[in-house]
């Protein structure tokens, strides 16, 4: 079997995460470094759910915080009401996610373009008003996770970021896996068909409503795998924190400043957001209020004005010009 | 040349000199972390709180013979040893944040403590990291109740709970009907629909059952709101006698403006901690903050009469940073920041075992609380918590309960609005 170039890059990253917590004091103990990490992991992963509906399915949902925060709901009930294991949460907020986003999608994917945008962001807010008056799910106090034993068993740390991390890293490979599967299948050929023209592709024989519900199932089961974890690494969790259009702008920010569409663009959005907002709000706080964020905002703005297309676009252009170069050569 | 060598000599001998005694005499720093919302909706009241806790560090740092408190005579802790430098680190009112922002404090920064985080939903998790962590948490104003329900060891809270002041106001209720035949018999509550304001109207709830206040309306609104017009309409229809609010600082400059609005009042009007308190606020509403009642530990006209060192400290060193005097929230934070200095100084160090042990068992006196001393129950709360409930008049706030403290007679009922 012949490794393609992204074959290889694939491995070769899994290979330098995997060593990563091995390294002493680069994630282990209290290292900041190690939190970012997690969180570049975990937002990536999340950022990749969302493109395979809106990036590769070209259907723009500004709804995911929803099914991430029933992601995280589930374990956070699996722990705070019923006082057992989050692992019994995680498969039962995915199955909830999936259900529920079929039940939106089924009518909202008669609306087309902006309109089916619009009427996500409508959901968001739907969502939260229910969960905030909700006192089965704690309303608008949340639930707080209680002081749990160390350990995979209630994955839960206090002294190290390494269980986060390893865990982070195996919800970012089953996401991308699952991506790469989706490239490289007929899926994926579907997904791209229905979104460069529907009409055309239903001419070619393709179910679109089958297609594109599929791919919300799956979007909204692997956002509600990282709401799970992301409860689990606050041990709290509530409507403003999880179900949120600003959760929902996560989502789709890091994909476009990373590249919709593409398989590394969510991962180099994440890489380039979250380092830049933790370290900028760790670091530049005390030169005033608010300056972490001017800064960040700045970036986001000079990124996309020189290149919508985000990361990818810009790799692509230096690629374009180094082999501009070699042709000269 | 060799009158040259001898300088050099001479001159490096004086360098060395100068700086081993420096180091000889330099105070270690203990970090203390400043953790509040410095971006976001309540982004005023955080830095307040951060100007307020660097007050306290300035009275504890610096010889102050003008303040009489136990730590402004002299200069530093231990004899000079140590001084405190200030960590401020900015949550944006998300609970997510300030658990990190609490790990990256106690981790990379290595403060010895926290304090913070003004909203309650933010010192949840944070303080859940300094348990886990066996670090101290010191919370100056958050209010609610279930915060020092956790059983939390390295937890102390400084502010009357939500539950505290709605047993005073009940009270005052009660004794206005005894006492001045006020009929005050329904009850309407607005509040902001999160951990603050849920825990508040729930309190309100089980206080108002001690006296059969009838609940009429229980009206929750979603913070940062841009219309409260439906939500004031369902009070003005059910029409309650007296309307206990809890809305930080736009929202309650909204709620107090549409109320003129719809042009509506109740017989009265009281409020728990945070945007009535807030002097800002009230120079922004002017007149129509007027006849609105509220729970207080601090305002400059009880400062004058109970806490003239709280008004030095104010006036020395708060004021110049925030342009305007204390308010309930940032002061408590000042306060718990002279708790924990004061036991340092007592336990000879930054020792965290000894120190929290001594915050746990310990009296201190406190010259910027209205009780003049803290103490802490087993559960963190601070016993000696003191509120006072007050009506504004004219950007002046008026002590009008408990008698002990009384210093005008109240509007009651409210002066309507068309008639102001």
Same mark, same amino acid.
């Given at each position: 079997m012949t490794l393609t170039k992204k074959d290889k890059l694939w491995y070769g990253f899994i290979i330098c995460a995997v060593i990563l917590p091995f390294i002493p004091g680069v994630i282990g103990g209290g290292s900041f470094f190690g939190h970012v990490a997690t969180m570049i992991l975990l937002y990536a992963a999340m950022a990749q759910s969302w493109n395979i509906? /809106?990036?590769?399915?070209?259907?723009? /949902?500004?709804?995911?915080s929803v099914f991430f925060g029933i992601g995280a709901y589930a374990a956070g009930l699996a722990v705070v009401t019923y006082e057992t294991l989050p692992w019994y949460g995680v498969p039962l907020g995915m199955l909830t996610a999936a259900v529920v986003s079929i039940l939106i999608s089924y009518p909202c994917f008669r609306l087309k373009g902006h309109y089916f945008a619009i009427a996500t962001f409508a959901i968001v807010e739907i969502f939260n008003r229910l969960f905030m008056i909700w006192d089965a799910v704690g309303g608008a106090l949340g639930l707080d996770y209680p002081i749990l034993d160390d350990g995979w068993k209630n994955f839960?740390? /206090?002294?190290?970021k390494t269980g986060y991390y390893i865990g982070a890293l195996a919800i970012f490979i089953v996401v991308f896996g699952i991506v790469r599967w989706i490239e490289k299948n007929r899926m994926g050929y579907y997904l791209l068909a229905v979104r460069e023209g529907q009409e055309t592709a239903e001419s070619l024989g393709v179910n679109s409503t089958i297609v594109k519900l599929g791919a919300m199932a799956l979007s909204a089961a692997l956002a509600a795998l990282c709401g799970a974890f992301f409860a689990q690494y606050n041990y709290r969790v509530d409507p403003p924190m999880v179900m949120s259009l600003d959760m929902s702008m996560k989502f789709v920010l890091i994909t476009i400043l990373g590249g919709i569409g593409t398989f590394w663009g969510p991962f180099l959005g994440a890489l380039v957001l979250i380092p830049l907002q933790e370290y900028t709000r760790a670091y530049l706080t005390h030169l005033g209020a608010g300056v972490d964020l001017i800064i960040f905002g700045i970036i986001i703005i000079i990124v996309m004005i020189k290149e919508p297309r985000g990361m990818m676009g810009l790799l692509s252009y230096f690629n374009k010009g180094k082999k501009e170069g070699e042709a000269k050569l | 040349m060799k009158q040259s060598k001898r300088t050099v000599f001479i001159a490096m001998l004086a360098l060395a000199a100068i700086f081993v005694s420096s180091a000889a005499f330099a105070a270690e720093e203990i970090k203390v972390g400043a953790l509040f919302p410095l971006t976001g909706p309540a982004a005023v009241s955080g830095q307040n709180c951060v100007n307020a806790v660097q007050a306290a560090v300035e009275v504890i740092n610096k010889k102050n013979a003008d303040i009489n408190d136990p730590l402004a005579a002299q200069e530093g802790l231990v004899g000079g040893k140590y001084v405190i430098k200030v960590v401020p680190a900015d949550h944006q009112g998300k609970p997510d944040v300030a658990k990190s922002e609490a790990e990256r404090l106690y981790n990379q920064e290595k403060v010895f403590a926290i304090i913070g985080c003004y909203n309650s939903s933010a010192t949840k998790p944070a303080s859940a990291v300094a348990e886990r962590a066996k670090k101290l948490f010191l919370c100056g104003c958050s209010s609610s109740a279930a915060l020092t329900e956790r059983g939390y060891k390295y937890f102390f809270r400084h502010a009357p709970t939500d539950a505290i002041e709605s047993v005073e106001f009940v009270d005052y209720i009660a004794y206005l009907n005894k006492e001045? %035949?006020? &009929?005050?018999k329904t009850l309407g509550i607005i509040y902001e629909n999160t951990e603050f304001g849920k825990h508040a109207a729930e309190e309100a709830v089980k206080a108002a059952k001690k006296i059969d206040l009838k609940i009429v309306a229980d009206v929750p609104f979603n913070n &940062?709101?841009? %219309?409260?017009n439906s939500e004031v309409q369902k009070l003005k229809s059910a029409n309650p006698d007296v309307v206990f609010g809890a809305a930080l600082g736009g929202d309650y400059s909204l709620w107090v403006r549409t109320m003129k609005q719809v042009n509506w009042l109740p017989k009265m009007a009281i409020n728990y901690c945070t945007g009535y308190q807030n002097p800002a606020v009230q120079k922004e509403l002017g007149s129509d903050g007027n006849f609105f009642m509220g729970g207080m530990g601090y305002s400059p006209e009880l400062a004058k009469q109970f806490m003239p060192e709280g008004i030095k400290i104010q006036d020395k060193y708060y004021t110049p940073k925030s342009n305007q005097p204390f308010d309930s929230d940032s002061i408590q934070e000042a306060v718990m920041m002279m708790v924990l200095a004061q036991a340092i100084e007592k336990a000879g160090g930054p020792d965290t075992e000894k120190v929290r042990e001594i915050i746990a068992t310990q009296e201190f006196p406190s010259t910027m609380s209205l009780s003049g001393k803290v103490k802490f129950s087993p559960d963190g709360q601070n016993a000696e918590a003191l509120s006072v409930i007050t009506q504004l008049h004219e950007q002046s706030y008026k002590t009008v309960f408990p008698l002990k403290y009384k210093d005008f007679e109240p509007t009651i009922p409210m002066t309507p609005w068309d008639k102001r």
């Open positions: 509906i /809106s990036g590769y399915g070209g259907q723009v /949902s500004f709804g995911h839960s740390w /206090s002294d190290t | 001045k %035949n006020a &009929g005050i &940062g709101a841009t %219309n409260l």
